[in-house]
């Protein structure tokens, strides 16, 4: 194992993005009751609505697939750093979604995993 690996290793911790999903106001007709400017806010892997606000369970299933690689720091190429609007799944809706960074939370590797961080994908 490199010393890079093993001193990230030994440190157990790891940031993650913050992320808010809000309906744009770029939006077009919405069909069902979600509104510009709704929102949820993603926060590790905990998910947090305003108290009183709903959001489309369909518009979240598509949503969902993309939060983790929003949360990430990636390549300064990869389109996750620069695309932030996503199209709502039902194409007779025109929701836009607008996903956010908002700051980031810190973890500990133990709090979340119980996998072992030896574990041989780890290894270079």
């Known amino acids: ?16 993005f913050n992320l808010r999903v809000e309906i744009s106001k ?8 979600h509104r510009i400017g709704d929102y949820f806010d993603v926060i590790g892997e ?7 606000q709903g959001f ?8 969902i697939p993309l939060l983790p690689a929003a949360q990430r ?7 996750f750093e620069t695309d932030h609007l996503v199209a709502d799944p039902d194409v007779n809706c025109k929701a836009i ?11 500990s590797h133990t709090d979340v995993s119980a996998n072992p961080l030896s ?3 780890l290894l270079p």
């Not at 194992?1 to 157990?12: R, W």
């Open 1 to 16: 194992m490199n010393e890079e690996v093993s001193q990230s290793l030994a440190n157990d911790s790891f940031e993650l």
């Open 26 to 33: 770029e939006s077009g007709r919405i069909i069902g009751k």
């Open 46 to 52: 905990d998910i947090f609505l305003p108290a009183g």
């Open 56 to 63: 489309s369970l369909y518009a979240l299933a598509s949503l």
């Open 73 to 79: 720091q990636n390549h300064p190429c990869d389109f």
């Open 97 to 107: 979604y607008y996903i956010r960074r908002t700051g980031k939370t810190r973890f």
């Open 119 to 121: 574990h041989p994908h």
